[in-house]
């Protein structure tokens, strides 16, 4: 699901709120998540999952076209965690 499509079917779910609104709010929740895991807080949504940052540690790669060795730096990158609720629900 796109983001575009998570907001047509909020939308049809709550024909009370304008479709602007609903991309607002969508847009705000997916900023807050993102600042979150930026400053390296973590981010919980109870039976969903967590987001959370971790670090890779430098190491040495491989080029797949040449085979030549090349220094990969290191980074932090988004962790997801799924909550029970969403195992169970996948699982069943």
């Known amino acids: 699901m796109t983001k575009s499509e ?5 939308a049809e779910a709550n ?3 304008f479709q ?11 900023d807050e998540i993102s600042n979150a895991l930026a400053r390296g807080d973590r981010v919980e949504l109870r039976g969903f999952g967590a987001f959370s940052v971790k670090q890779r540690e430098a190491r040495v ?3 797949p ?10 980074k932090f990158v988004p962790f ?3 909550g029970k609720l969403l195992r ?5």
């Open 20 to 30: 602007r609104d609903v991309e607002r709010i969508v847009s705000t929740i997916f």
């Open 6 to 10: 998570l907001i047509a079917r909020l």
């Open 88 to 92: 169970d629900k996948l699982n069943t």
């Open 15 to 17: 024909p009370h709120l």
């Open 80 to 82: 997801f965690k799924t």
């Open 65 to 74: 076209r040449t085979g030549e060795a090349v220094k990969v730096s290191s």
């Open 61 to 63: 790669g491989r080029n």
